[in-house]
């Protein structure tokens, strides 16, 4: 039995922050077992809401679906007690089933729904992706809006009346007006996540919007400071948040603007420069250029001086 109700997962995962932590691999692009595990108690010694296992920081869509099953077990075996652990479904509507499925299986405590691999749906092709997975666990399940699956405030507010199991919703599309009607509609019914890109960036006026959470990919390395600048959004220290977007945030969003993929990779590339390396990426991601990490040295060197 999961340790968190549905309920319960909703209540948790909107309380605080959260994280996808990095797949680990090793220099032939194999998963290193050994160094996540001891990676995921790092990250759990922190005040976490809930971490997404093989997540798209995790490098979900280059994992072989037994490969998703071997890292989530690896978490949950891994996380200290009252950690959530949520595991990925995706791709096509069957393969999300089962994957849905295996977490359960595994032990995890919910499940984040990713777009469909590939096609593009309609809102009712969409629905029924969702429901399937749903009805396939008795475990809460996220909804992943972004790319080719972004989900209507219409589309989720009978969602959640058809599945009481559908729990969250987290954003990775930036429509201020469309998660405004969703959390207005929906905001005692679902936890909204904040989830684009380096989240931070959109943490104010999301939670001026009432979205009082985010995942954040930069606590992979530098967990003082994601923590200190959750603290602050949540506080409405707007002076001190100004100041750590100035300082901090935005160089880093520069560097991860310089590639595509670069979203992912460079979360690789801090985690060695922070002293915890988590190894290459997979392709067809590339790891960042020498000046590149020269750069985001220098930007972690700012963000200690930030939180000290």
């Given at each position: 039995?999961?340790?968190?109700?549905?309920?319960?997962?909703?209540?948790?995962?909107?309380?605080?922050?959260?994280?996808?932590?990095?797949?680990?691999?090793?220099?032939?692009?194999?998963?290193?077992?050994?160094?996540?595990?001891?990676?995921?108690?790092?990250?759990?010694?922190?005040?976490?809401?809930?971490?997404?296992?093989?997540?798209?920081t995790g490098e979900f869509f280059s994992l072989t679906p037994q490969e998703v099953g071997t890292?989530?077990?690896?978490?949950?075996?891994?996380?200290?007690?009252?950690?959530?652990?949520?595991?990925?479904?995706?791709?096509?509507?069957?393969?999300?089933?089962?994957?849905?499925?295996?977490?359960?299986?595994?032990g995890a405590d919910g499940?984040?729904?990713?777009?469909?691999?590939?096609?593009?749906?309609?809102?009712?092709g969409l629905a029924a992706h969702v429901r399937a997975v749903c009805e396939s666990t008795s475990l809460g399940v996220v909804i992943y809006s972004r790319a080719n699956a972004v989900y209507t405030p219409a589309t989720v507010a009978a969602l959640a009346d058809a599945c009481p199991n559908l729990i969250g919703f987290k954003d990775g599309v930036g429509d201020l007006e469309e998660i405004t009607r969703i959390h207005s509609r929906l905001g005692d019914r679902l936890v909204c996540i904040g989830g684009?890109?380096?989240?931070?960036?959109?943490?104010?006026?999301?939670?001026?919007?009432?979205?009082?959470?985010?995942?954040?990919?930069?606590?992979?390395?530098?967990?003082?400071?994601?923590?200190?600048?959750y603290r602050a959004v949540r506080a409405g220290d707007r002076t001190k948040v100004r100041r750590l977007l100035d300082d901090i945030v935005l160089p880093y969003t520069a560097i991860r603007d310089r590639k595509a993929g670069y979203a992912v990779s460079i979360v690789k590339a801090g985690m060695d420069l922070a002293g915890h390396p988590a190894g290459p990426v997979?392709?067809?991601?590339?790891?960042?250029?020498?000046?590149?990490?020269?750069?985001?040295?220098?930007?972690?060197?700012?963000?200690r001086t930030a939180v000290a």
């Open positions: 039995m999961p340790a968190f109700t549905p309920t319960e997962l909703a209540e948790r995962l909107g309380s605080g922050l959260l994280s996808f932590p990095v797949t680990h691999f090793t220099r032939d692009l194999a998963f290193d077992e050994t160094a996540y595990r001891e990676n995921i108690v790092r990250m759990g010694r922190y005040e976490i809401a809930g971490l997404f296992a093989a997540g798209g890292v989530v077990r690896a978490a949950v075996g891994s996380a200290p007690e009252g950690t959530p652990i949520l595991a990925p479904a995706g791709h096509g509507t069957a393969q999300a089933v089962e994957m849905a499925r295996d977490a359960e299986a595994a499940v984040l729904l990713f777009p469909p691999y590939l096609t593009e749906a309609s809102a009712d684009l890109p380096t989240a931070e960036t959109f943490a104010l006026p999301y939670l001026e919007l009432g979205v009082t959470t985010y995942s954040s990919a930069i606590f992979n390395f530098l967990p003082e400071f994601a923590l200190t600048f997979r392709p067809p991601l590339t790891g960042l250029d020498d000046l590149e990490r020269e750069l985001l040295a220098g930007v972690i060197e700012a963000s």
